[in-house]
């Protein structure tokens, strides 16, 4: 059996995102788990605040409920995470996160992160105007960095996966008549939330989860 690792920003297990991409990779690969987070209370973590001008990241808790914090107290985190997975065979590491990451992580395995695969793709279809919903409005002033290469116009819808699924459908009424596609940039949004967005819309909807699965599918 195939061992990869998958790292979370926040805590693992990820009980809401694993048994829906299990299924695309199949029977014989084996998921190894980590999470930046694991091992603090919600009350350390609570301490992470988000600096100036820093990237700001949003994922799930074991209890269910989510966490807001600044990139920069995890990466060290995230390199211990990488050296456990090595250590337990995996032959990648899937980062479960669409954020940007410094390119400063020590590994002797490929690292595969979402933001990089949905950066090449969304050029390459050829995209003028894309809608993309996040999880936070903390999170909307970076957008327009992260996306501006990749399309004409560009229209961001704030809310988070980890509430209230009819909140996110609601939302979904915001994006603009005129958009060419719909991309779900975070990882904690479901199956279910893209089906309902893209039958309320009638526009293509690109989910990350299941999208950076089949990109594993393909490596393994």
């Known amino acids: 059996m195939k ?31 980590a999470g930046a987070l694991d091992g603090l ?7 992470f605040v988000p600096r100036p001008g820093e990237n700001v990241l949003v994922s799930r808790l074991t209890d ?15 390199q211990l995470c990488i050296d456990d997975l090595e250590q337990q065979g995996v032959s990648l590491i899937l980062f479960l996160c669409t954020g940007e990451f410094p390119a ?15 950066k090449g793709l969304i050029p390459a279809i050829g995209v003028k105007n894309l809608s993309v919903i996040i999880p936070t409005k903390e999170q909307e002033a ?3 960095g992260k996306w501006k290469d990749c399309c004409d116009s560009l229209h961001v819808t704030s809310v988070s ?18 958009t060419d596609l719909i991309l779900l ?23 990350s989860r299941t999208l950076v699965a089949r990109v594993i599918r393909e490596l393994v």
């Open 142 to 144: 970076q957008m327009p």
């Open 104 to 118: 400063e992580f020590r590994s002797n395995v490929p690292l595969i992160f979402p933001d990089h695969i949905l």
């Open 185 to 207: 940039d975070c990882i904690g949004y479901t199956i279910e939330m893209k089906e309902r967005i893209q039958a309320l819309t009638q526009k293509p909807v690109l989910l």
């Open 161 to 178: 996966p980890y509430g209230d699924p009819l909140a996110v459908f609601a939302a979904a009424k915001e994006i603009p008549a005129d």
């Open 64 to 78: 269910g409920t989510s966490a807001t914090f600044g990139e920069s107290y995890i990466l060290p985190r995230l």
């Open 41 to 47: 209370s919600k009350e350390e973590i609570s301490k």
């Open 3 to 33: 061992k990869i690792g998958a790292i979370t920003v926040g805590q693992s297990p990820r009980v809401d995102l694993i048994p829906e991409i299990q299924p695309i990779l199949g029977d014989s690969v084996e998921i190894i788990q």
